[in-house]
């Protein structure tokens, strides 16, 4: 079965950094984009960051570009966001998806993913 694990959240202060991890099994990752998404309590889910399959392309929300950077290491499977400079409006649970997407430019709806982790809460205090 197809498993993505997130870890690395946490209680941060406003400000600081955080290095987010998705470990991925039971798919061949080298075929599948990878993305993060985030949703705060009571709203939506909403897209921050996706890379393609082979790390060169990648896609950010206007709320995160220039703070938080996605990569991947395919020899380990796993993906990760490291987020900088982080604002109370970051506050969030973070989701990992995996999507089988062949574009150079991966996806940033939410139908263009087939598996999602479980989710790490990322608090960032005021």
């Known amino acids: 079965q197809v498993q993505l694990v997130e870890s690395g959240g946490g209680l941060v202060q406003a400000g600081d950094s955080l290095r987010l991890s998705c470990a991925a099994s039971g798919l061949t990752f080298t075929l599948y984009t990878m993305g993060w998404f985030r949703q705060a309590p009571g709203k939506e889910r909403e897209f921050a960051a996706a890379?393609?399959?082979?790390?060169?392309?990648?896609a950010y929300a206007d709320s995160v570009k220039g703070r938080f950077t996605i990569s991947r290491d395919n020899a380990k499977n796993t993906v990760y966001l490291q987020m900088n400079s982080l604002k109370p409006e970051d506050t969030a649970v973070y989701f990992c998806?995996?999507?089988?997407?062949?574009?150079?430019?991966?996806?940033?709806?939410?139908?263009?993913?087939?598996?999602w982790g479980q989710g790490t809460q990322v608090t960032v205090s005021s």
């Open positions: 998806a995996a999507g089988y997407d062949r574009s150079w430019s991966p996806p940033k709806r939410h139908d263009g993913y087939g598996y």
């Open positions: 890379i393609n399959r082979s790390g060169g392309g990648t």
